[in-house]
């Protein structure tokens, strides 16, 4: 470097990082009193030019350079200043003075502003910028006080900086835009919406900028007579209406309109049972009798979300033994969140009660408050292979195929989203081809993944871990509603219209639209611990412009092409500070926007997912209903977009996803295999074998019923970590118990093919799925809480690059995570 130290260098960088190392909170007002160094030619003093010029830029390293704060280390202690603004000016002097003195050659001039120069803080003060300026002249005043003029660069005045914590909790812009006019107030239906922000990610916009993106949007609907489906809401009364009528599509609560599982909003989809078959689930568990709280024990067993209760609780209704729905007001039971009672075509009660979405994703949190239930969290709480097993055995035989076609896991809280998967096949057939469907025969199986959180689909350009669809492309969004037949036979007595096609497309195009605006409406929760602002205002700047690749830090990870090296490169900008700042966005309305496709080999995580859409599966899938085959080859082209027709050699990989409301989306990763976010930042520390703590069983029936995660915030909670509670397991299962074995193979292939575990899955079409262990006994029920990393799909590996960070930084870019 210099003749300065790297480590001294990085401390006063850190100072001097002003905003970088800023701290919304601290910045104070310019501190009276006169002294410092007279200038020649100016009737103020040095310390009166810093005070008015320098003062609110050069306070916010105060964030970072205190004792405790992330620069108090041994290469930090070249500066460290008080909690005293008054102190300031002192302390930065006589750093000054101990890193040598000088103005071109200064650390406090070049740490913040060469591009060149390590530094965690990032860059804020660019040459040509205010501070820059204003520093420029101080030093320069310090080193000649004779000759110096404080009239000069400096003279403007200091910027006002936003603060650095603050978060939109994702949702949508149309709906904030909708929620309150400047004086805080709904707008009017007749207002007009602005443009979608997930529009303006389009090539070139982060061309040169901290976030990138190299995933884009296509609006799929920008035809209405070639889609075939509803245009974009262009008012707010029209984004209302659609919001309404999705509503009980996708919340379910017994309400008039709600879908549940492949039979849209068919009263009698395979996969229901009617509520006297529902009333008798307790024989399936063994127990002698119906517990008095079965409704409990149902959400418990099948980790569906809590029965809700209060009076701002959904009713989510069912009749009892001998009940009439129609006359009890839907019936005197509740069930749990992720299931309904469906309604007949005249709206009454149909007494028969199905799955929807809720399921897999949302979840709760229980305070002290009471329990809060989060729409779109991201499951995981759900074991659907149980469900489907208690469902089939009671009547619901659609449940056990819809399993075993990919939407079961073999985790508990995972699922395996392989029906798009299955759906390719179909898609081959419209223009038949060999290599595809040999391809599509081969892709394997998608197997374990983790449910994405709801709130972020407004910030998603793309969708899917693989960025598989423009964000745009809702109709896979009701893969789970997709009607499959207008009638169960064995509840109508009338042969279904299975191969109707046409009404099923119709379906789709009338309703989905619907969906997507609920789902864009919902909110990310706040994180309801105690947060340390100063230590989460240091992580916001480590996470918005610590570069993971910088030349001291010697990643041994190759880093990404585009970005500024940082959490935010990828992940988005949040933080009001950067959000405002042209060198991070092209515009403010692209926060918390994520759309860069990391390469697998950065990356480096579970290629499972990535490796089963092989080309003749994109290329068949892009030739269904889902796959907007209308739009081919146009300039909208939605079509699967991992294609090599449309990829325009982009590399493969996964997608960075926005991080909403992150802390209540445990676990981490798309496949769920890590438990806690200082996992996800530190490889090391990634268990291999680990299980969610699960609730207690009431006394009296220990032993003999299955209980669910624990979701109680106080109790099961890890506010140091950010994730929930698990024990780590030790390895040492066999064949029959593959959930522990140190090197699982799958019981059934083992013993009976002796064919090699992952050459199958990964080669033949749903071969994971149907090799599924049944699940029969309790105890194999609660092995499914047992993650083992060494499985096929489950791999804790990757996202290695950032083990670069030390213990302080990693704290306190978790406590930056809270606040978003």
């Known amino acids: 470097m210099r003749r300065f130290c790297l480590a001294n260098s990085l401390l006063i960088s850190g100072l001097l990082s002003l905003a970088a190392c800023g701290g919304g909170n601290s910045s104070g007002s310019p501190q009276g009193g006169s002294g410092g160094t007279p200038s020649a030619g100016n009737s103020g003093s040095a310390e009166e030019f810093f005070q008015s010029r320098l003062q ?8 970072c350079h205190i004792p405790g704060g992330v620069a108090d280390t041994a290469e930090g202690d070249g500066l460290m200043l008080s909690s005293n603004a008054a102190d300031d000016y002192r302390l ?11 103005v071109e050659t200064s650390p406090l001039l070049i740490e913040p502003s060469d591009p060149s120069e390590p530094h965690s803080g990032g860059k804020p003060w660019p040459v040509g910028s205010q501070p820059y300026d204003a520093m420029r002249t101080l030093l320069a005043c310090w080193a000649s006080p004779n000759t110096c003029s404080l009239s000069g660069g400096g003279s403007d005045p200091a910027p006002d900086l936003e603060p650095l914590l603050g978060s939109a909790r994702g949702g949508h812009l149309w709906f904030d835009y909708c929620g309150a006019d400047g004086n805080g107030n709904p707008r009017a239906d007749s207002a007009l919406l602005p443009s979608d922000p997930r529009s303006m990610v389009q090539p070139g916009i982060s061309n040169g900028k901290a976030v990138a993106f190299n995933a884009f949007w296509k609006d799929c609907h920008i035809d209405p007579e070639l889609v075939g489906e509803k245009p974009h809401p262009e008012t707010c009364g029209e984004l209302r209406a659609s919001y309404a009528k999705g509503a009980p599509i996708m919340e379910g609560n017994g309400q008039e309109g709600a879908a549940t599982t492949f039979a849209g909003q068919q009263p009698h989809g395979l996969a229901a049972i009617s509520a006297d078959q529902y009333n008798m689930m307790w024989l399936l568990w063994g127990l002698p009798g119906r517990p008095d709280n079965f409704d409990q024990l149902v959400a418990e067993r099948h980790g569906f979300g809590p029965v809700l209760s209060g009076p701002d609780a959904p009713r989510n209704p069912y009749p009892l033994q001998g009940e009439d729905p129609n006359l009890s007001n839907g019936g005197s039971g509740t069930l749990p969140q992720g299931l309904t009672q469906t309604r007949n075509n005249d709206g009454t009660y149909s007494g028969y009660i199905a799955a929807n979405c809720q399921g897999c994703h949302s979840t709760p949190v229980e305070t002290a408050d009471g329990i809060e239930y989060h729409y779109g969290a991201g499951g995981g709480l759900l074991d659907a292979s149980t469900s489907a097993r208690d469902f089939g055995a009671l009547g619901g035989a659609g449940t056990l195929l819809i399993d075993r076609a990919g939407f079961g896991g073999r985790v508990r809280g995972t699922n395996n989203a392989q029906f798009a998967n299955v759906l390719a096949l179909f898609g081959s057939f419209e223009n038949p081809d060999p290599i595809t469907f040999g391809q599509i025969l081969n892709n394997g199986s998608t197997a374990t993944g983790d449910t994405p959180a709801w709130w972020n ?4 350009p793309v969708k899917f871990v693989d ?8 109709r896979v969004d009701f893969a789970l509603y997709y009607p499959l037949l207008d009638k169960n036979p064995l509840i109508d007595g009338e042969a279904p219209g299975i191969f109707d096609m046409d009404r099923v ?5 009338d309703n989905v639209q619907y969906g997507d605006h609920w789902i864009m409406a919902q909110k990310s929760p ?4 105690v947060i340390d602002e100063p230590l989460a205002e240091q992580g916001a700047v480590l996470f918005h412009t610590k570069n993971l690749w910088a030349a001291n830090v010697n990643n041994p990870v190759p880093q990404p092409a585009q970005g500024n090296g940082s ?6 900008a949040y933080s009001p500070r950067y959000v405002n700042d042209i060198s991070f966005l092209a515009s403010p309305a692209l926060e918390g926007m994520a759309s860069y496709i990391t390469p697998i080999d950065i990356i480096a995580t579970d290629r499972v997912r990535l490796d089963t859409f092989n080309e003749g599966t994109n290329q068949g899938l892009s030739e269904t209903f889902v796959g907007y085959p209308e739009t081919a080859n146009t300039a909208q082209d939605c079509r699967v977009q991992n294609m090599e027709s449309l990829r325009n050699g982009r590399p493969k990989g996964y997608v960075a996803p926005p991080l909403y409301g992150v802390w209540a989306t445990a676990p981490y990763l798309h496949n769920g295999s890590v438990p806690n976010i200082a996992a996800v930042l530190n490889s090391s520390a990634r268990p291999a074998i680990w299980r969610r703590v699960s609730n207690s069983a009431r006394a009296d029936q220990q032993g003999q019923v299955v209980m669910g995660f624990d979701y109680n915030f106080a109790r099961a909670y890890d506010q140091q970590n950010v994730g929930w509670d698990y024990e780590a397991l030790d390895c040492g299962g066999d064949n029959t118990l593959p959930y522990l074995d140190c090197t699982p193979l799958d019981p059934l292939v083992d013993t009976i093919l002796q064919i090699p575990l992952n050459a199958l899955f990964s080669n033949i079409l749903m071969a994971w799925n149907i090799t599924n262990p049944p699940i029969l006994s309790n105890q194999e029920v609660e092995n499914r809480k047992i993650y083992n990393t060494a499985m096929f799909s489950q791999g804790n590996g990757g996202h290695a690059f950032s083990d670069v960070l030390n213990d302080a930084e990693r704290k306190a870019i978790i406590e930056y995570l809270k606040t978003l």
């Open 505 to 509: 497309d119709r379906w789709m195009s």
């Open 56 to 63: 609110t830029s050069s306070g916010f390293c105060r964030t």
């Open 526 to 529: 706040e994180y309801p611990g």
């Open 457 to 460: 689909v407004g910030h998603r």
């Open 92 to 102: 930065l002097r006589a750093s000054w003075g101990t890193l040598g003195g000088g």
């Open 467 to 474: 960025a598989m669809f423009s964000g745009d492309a809702v």
């Open 567 to 572: 959490c935010a490169g990828c992940h988005g």
